[in-house]
């Protein structure tokens, strides 16, 4: 091959990798910002301190998710039917609906910078998952790196200031939380490389029907339990929810 045309697939490659890290790093931040206004800062004097509203907040996300999987996945003129078994789906569903309630539960009582940390921790439930649904093996550097990682993290999250700036601020109440949303993260991670390994899904399949049916999940616990007009009516005169009319 030419080394001028080997100089410029180098450059296009590197062009384009900046571009999908800054990306990601960018979303994130994007993410991270608005995460924290909506759980933290008051809405006419209110926050989201109770259950239903964390529940509709995922149900947003996660209906948002799939109607952009549908939209891409059907302009791209990828495959609608299911990749894999509809329970795989439905356990990473369930995951992810597990995962985002304790998440956005977590930053009420906790700093973002110790959410945003705590989700760093990410590596070592993701071995540990890894190790009990795939049966992968990693070496002993593997541990070593994922012990130190975590053991630094710890250290730099507990000598700063851990509570939230809002008045319901409480590590001790965040920390399960945390852990719950580290967890479910894992979990999460280690079935959708599970899928895209033994069932070849494409990632906007997976992504439609994951997503797609965590909503349906957190649609179905909003209305059994009766809390689904609360947030989509007129402002609801439970204490600490702001009823911002939707409906």
Not at 145 to 150: K, N, Q
Not at 209 to 230: C, I, N
């Amino acid at each position: 091959q030419h080394p001028m045309a080997s100089a410029k697939d180098l450059s296009s490659q590197v062009f384009w990798l900046s571009f999908y890290v800054c990306g990601v790093i960018g979303m994130l931040l994007v993410y991270g910002l608005m995460q924290e206004r909506i759980m933290q800062r008051p809405y006419s004097g209110e926050v989201f301190s109770q259950t239903h509203s964390v529940l509709f907040l995922v149900l947003l996300i996660r209906g948002a998710g799939a109607i952009f999987a549908l939209f891409v996945a059907g302009t791209t003129g990828e495959n609608l039917v299911n990749g894999a078994e509809m329970w795989k789906y439905l356990c990473v569903a369930l995951a992810l609906v597990a995962s985002g309630i304790c998440s956005y539960g977590a930053i009420r009582y906790v700093s973002f910078g110790v959410q945003a940390l705590g989700k760093s921790f990410k590596m070592m439930p993701v071995m540990l998952w890894s190790l009990a649904i795939s049966g992968k093996v990693y070496g002993l550097a593997d541990w070593v790196v994922a012990t130190l990682v975590t053991g630094g993290i710890t250290e730099f999250v507990l000598t700063g200031p851990t509570a939230s700036s809002s008045a319901s601020g409480s590590p001790i109440l965040g920390a399960p939380l945390l852990v719950g949303a580290i967890m479910g993260d894992g979990f999460v991670v280690t079935m959708q490389e599970k899928l895209f390994a033994e069932c070849k899904t494409s990632k906007f399949n997976q992504m439609l029907y994951t997503t797609g049916m965590s909503a349906l999940v957190v649609l179905a616990a909003l209305v059994l339990s009766g809390e689904l007009a609360p947030v989509c009516g007129s402002p609801s005169p439970t204490p600490g929810f702001p009823g911002t009319p939707c409906c």
